[in-house]
């Protein structure tokens, strides 16, 4: 009887659970919105960092953002394969919310390139490998979630979708570059 007790009481919690984790398009519009939040505070801390005499704690902070969107992005993507297909209209919503900010995106890789001698001038190093790695983090966790989108939107709205992912991954290359070098 106490085995079926407990057994009873893991099978509420699990189904609890689930409740819990129930997405929708709110939740979706919700990861976007924190990722534009999340974009700028990375495209601020790359613009703030000095040319010169730049600090180890802000190259970290810099590292930190990057590390916050990724995970965002992860927890996105995640979030509409939950959700699974949605609405035109939805979609159209949320590629609108996803491109305004795509200017934000291409100028912390554009910022991010400049202070690349400013990142290499720290006494400590090794955050061209760092920046680098989380360069090619973005770049993965930006394709995972662009081809989550894709792959859940309406044939009408596919190919914005596949655009904007193509462009952003296009937009990674210079940065990249820059830094594997």
Same mark, same amino acid.
């Given at each position: 009887? $106490?085995? +079926?007790?407990?057994?009873?009481?893991?099978?509420?919690?699990?189904?609890?659970?689930?409740? @819990?984790?129930?997405?929708?398009? %709110?939740?979706?519009? %919700?990861? *976007?919105?924190?990722?534009?939040?999340? $974009?700028t505070?990375?495209? &601020?801390?790359?613009?703030? +960092?000095?040319?010169?005499?730049?600090?180890?704690?802000?190259?970290?902070?810099?590292?930190?953002?990057?590390?916050?969107?990724? &995970? !965002?992005?992860? !927890?996105?993507? =995640?979030?509409?394969?939950a959700?699974?297909?949605?609405?035109?209209?939805?979609?159209?919503?949320?590629?609108?919310?996803?491109? @305004?900010?795509?200017? @934000?995106?291409?100028?912390?890789?554009?910022? *991010?390139?400049?202070?690349?001698?400013? +990142?290499?001038?720290?006494p *400590?190093?090794? +955050?061209?490998?760092?920046?680098?790695?989380?360069?090619?983090?973005?770049? &993965?966790? =930006?394709?995972?979630?662009? &081809?989550?989108?894709?792959? @859940?939107?309406?044939?009408?709205? $596919?190919?914005?979708?596949?655009?904007?992912?193509?462009?952003? *991954?296009?937009?990674?290359?210079? %940065?990249?570059?820059?830094? =594997? =070098?």
């Open positions: 009887m $106490v085995q +079926f007790t407990c057994y009873l009481i893991a099978l509420s919690i699990a189904a609890g659970g689930l409740a @819990t984790c129930k997405r929708d398009v %709110a939740t979706v519009e %919700a990861d *976007i919105a924190t990722l534009v939040r999340q $974009v505070a990375y495209d &601020n801390a790359i613009v703030a +960092f000095p040319p010169s005499n730049g600090s180890v704690d802000d190259a970290l902070a810099i590292h930190a953002e990057a590390t916050t969107i990724i &995970n !965002t992005l992860n !927890t996105a993507a =995640s979030d509409v394969q959700v699974g297909e949605f609405s035109e209209d939805d979609d159209t919503a949320i590629l609108s919310d996803i491109e @305004t900010s795509l200017s @934000t995106v291409l100028s912390s890789l554009t910022d *991010i390139v400049d202070k690349k001698p400013a +990142f290499e001038a720290l *400590i190093c090794g +955050f061209q490998a760092l920046f680098l790695q989380d360069l090619q983090n973005l770049q &993965n966790a =930006s394709v995972g979630f662009g &081809n989550a989108l894709i792959n @859940t939107a309406p044939a009408t709205l $596919v190919a914005n979708f596949t655009d904007l992912t193509n462009n952003i *991954i296009a937009a990674y290359g210079p %940065a990249l570059t820059a830094y =594997s =070098s």
